[in-house]
């Protein structure tokens, strides 16, 4: 999956996590960034780890992504780091039966 523009997803509620994806600077080598703000730094590496396997799940090779971290549950950073990828690559505007739902499990 492309990412094509920035987008976000989610909230700074207790237990939520707001995530920012942006496309990668022209010229960047294609890379996966992701930086955790926020939250314990005892759970930073689950945090990193839920984030990175929801972007393996789409496919996305090339990104910058940001996890604002409010003690957020794994599946709930998973479920905010797809729904902002879907966003930015201009998936949420298309009818749902072309969303990559196979990728999503």
């Known amino acids: 999956m492309e990412i094509r523009r920035a987008a976000q997803a989610g909230t700074l509620e207790s237990c939520d996590a707001a995530v920012t994806v942006?496309?990668?600077?022209?010229g960047a080598p294609a890379a996966l960034e992701v930086i955790v703000e926020g939250g314990?730094?005892?759970f930073e590496p689950r945090v990193r780890a839920a984030a990175?396997?929801?972007?393996?799940e789409l496919g996305v090779a090339a990104a910058?992504?940001?996890v604002r971290d409010r003690s957020a549950l794994d599946c709930t950073v998973r479920a905010r780091v797809l729904a902002a990828c879907l966003r930015a690559a201009g998936e949420?505007?298309?009818?749902p039966a072309a969303a990559p739902?196979?990728?999503?499990r």
Not at 22 to 26: A, D, F, K, Q
Not at 92 to 95: I, S, V
Request: charged share 35%; glycine share 4%.
């Open 40 to 42: 314990d730094r005892r």
């Open 22 to 26: 942006e496309p990668l600077g022209p």
């Open 101 to 104: 739902w196979e990728a999503l």
């Open 92 to 95: 949420e505007a298309a009818k």
């Open 52 to 56: 990175l396997a929801a972007l393996a």
């Open 64 to 66: 910058k992504v940001t």
